[in-house]
């Protein structure tokens, strides 16, 4: 699949808004495909707050993937789900969702990668590039020198889209990228500081274009 340069990911406490008005914000900066990243609230709740910025998302043309949870997916007819290692194989996700479902899955080092690109899945997340603070307990930095690897890696395996994250700011997107990353994904650099959440977004597309 092609994914966009810029993938962001919404974050409710660290922006201080609810996950439909980061979509409508990130949307209006140009961003063409969003993840919903949610890790306090009930099913119950959450399920509402993505309804909300699904309908945000269907309104500006923008696909929605939902992190972790593929019940939620699922239930609201999302674009997509992002599945970590100790989630619901990607297989299982596959099945329930269907083939034109986008899946992605987070893997943190070159063997992980690997047999990642073997599994039924349309992109390969590799991270934490550096260090970063959106994890409680994040995996060891993989670095830029790692991300080259697992490029390679993932080149061996047959080409599929591999989505850099962690610690990623507009100062060091454009190594990222060039390391071998298809998509930086981006949490605190666009939604931290929320009224420039437009602005951020609309900068960092632009700065990826020749």
Do not use: C, W
């Not at 509402?48 to 019940?71: F, K, S, T, W, Y």
């Not at 999302?78 to 893997?107: C, M, N």
């Not at 989505?163 to 997107?173: D, E, H, K, L, S």
């Amino acid at each position: 699949m092609l994914l966009p340069k810029l993938y962001p990911i919404t974050d409710r406490r660290l922006s201080g808004l609810s996950h439909a008005e980061q979509v409508a914000r990130l949307a209006a900066g140009g961003a063409t495909l969003v993840q919903l990243r949610e890790k306090h609230l009930s099913p119950r709740d959450f399920y509402d707050e993505a309804l909300a910025a699904l309908r945000e998302a269907r309104a500006r043309g923008v696909r929605l993937i939902v992190n972790d949870r593929v019940d939620i997916a699922l239930a609201l007819g999302a674009d997509g789900v992002h599945l970590g290692q100790d989630d619901l194989a990607p297989e299982a996700a596959r099945r329930l969702l269907g083939r034109k479902a986008i899946i992605g899955f987070s893997t943190h080092n070159p063997e992980q990668a690997r047999e990642a690109a073997l599994l039924p899945v349309d992109y390969i997340a590799i991270g934490p590039i550096y260090a970063t603070a959106s994890k409680e307990k994040p995996d060891p930095t993989v670095g830029l020198s790692g991300l080259r690897r697992v490029r390679q890696e993932v080149i061996a395996a047959g080409s599929i889209p591999l989505v850099a994250i962690g610690g990623i700011t507009a100062a060091n997107a454009s190594a990222v990228v060039e390391a071998g990353a298809d998509a930086v994904a981006m949490i605190g650099a666009l939604v931290a500081r929320p009224a420039e959440i437009e602005d951020r977004t609309r900068a960092l597309i632009l700065s990826f274009q020749p």
